[in-house]
């Protein structure tokens, strides 16, 4: 009997091309064993293991190019430009949700009349020294508060990519920020936003503007943001640093911790590709199985 495979089953079906192929004993398997995508075999020594037939590499095949021509231009790109950071050995998130701190508008003091001690210390400066103890133990007055820590608001950031350095040591993680851009519309609209462009330097050492050769100039972008171009198609063209950005130190706040440390990082093809269980080959099953079951 027919049925529509989900999504679940599509899972279903990686997991098991991914892993030694021990079976779940559910319904999911039932139902992919009756569609004919998978197939139970037993060793001589009874070991049962599930490996996918022709047509459910095909199924898994065709759900990937599915998944490929869903994704937009940007997306791909974005999934491009975060393949070449793991290559250089940092660790990537898109995507994220970030809080940052902006300074608040700044504004002018209210005029307000001299107190007793300041009036004392626009004095003479010998005058100045005996009267402040006096001023400070017996004047009415209470001396002014220290100043206010400056205020600030907050801002969600999302940048496409966010990176650190693949290092367990806190100063080297060299935090960046990859804005990716694939019209000129999105970069021109991104630009006016003074704001959005703070919250990201605010998370970062360094902040970074990738779209494709052509979009942009370099003069139209701000001196202290890098720029990376994309020459040729998004699938197999190249990356060309065009300007480096301007480094600055950043330690990275506590909720960008708990933030990160919630979120997943992207993972390189052969990571998504390599198998989970064992290295793969005739013995893989046995290599893997319990002990007590040989």
């Known amino acids: 009997m027919a049925f529509k495979l989900s999504r679940f089953h ?5 997991g098991i091309w991914r892993s030694a192929g021990w079976p779940c004993k559910d319904g999911l398997e039932i139902d992919l064993l009756a569609a004919g995508l998978v197939q139970l075999h037993t060793s001589a020594e009874g070991h ?26 940007h997306d791909r790109l974005a999934q491009r430009f975060a393949e070449q950071l793991l290559g250089s050995g940092r660790i990537v998130w898109r995507e994220l949700a970030l809080r940052a701190a902006l300074e608040a508008p700044s504004q002018a003091p209210e005029a307000t ?7 004392l210390a626009s004095s003479s400066a010998p005058a100045a020294e005996e009267a402040a103890p006096l001023a400070r133990l017996w004047s009415d007055q209470e001396l002014p508060l ?14 496409d990519l966010f990176s650190v350095r693949n290092t367990s040591v806190a100063r080297y993680l060299q935090p960046m920020v990859h804005e990716i851009k694939f019209s000129r519309a999105d970069l021109l609209s991104d630009l006016r936003h003074a704001a959005k ?6 998370l970062c050492e360094a902040c970074y503007y990738v779209f494709p050769a052509g979009v942009a100039k370099a003069n139209e972008i701000p001196e202290h943001l890098g720029i ?21 130190p950043c330690t990275l706040p506590f909720a960008v911790w708990m933030a990160l440390s919630k979120a ?14 064992g290295d793969g080959g005739e013995d893989a099953s046995e290599a893997n199985a319990p002990e007590g079951l040989e």
Not at 197 to 202: L, Q, V
């Open 146 to 159: 220290a100043p206010a820590p400056a205020p600030h608001t907050w801002r969600m950031a999302r940048p």
């Open 48 to 73: 049962e293991t599930l490996k996918l037939t022709d047509a459910g590499i095909q199924e898994l095949a065709e759900a990937r190019q599915r998944s490929q021509r869903a994704l937009s231009a």
């Open 10 to 14: 599509r899972t279903r079906l990686m």
């Open 113 to 119: 009349s001299a107190a007793p001690t300041e009036v």
């Open 197 to 202: 462009r703070e919250a990201y330097e605010w």
């Open 228 to 248: 990376w171009l994309l020459h040729g198609p998004v699938e197999s063209g190249e990356f060309e640093l065009l300007r480096p950005a301007r480094h600055q």
């Open 264 to 277: 997943s990082p992207v993972r390189s093809e052969a990571e998504r590709s390599q198998a989970r269980l």
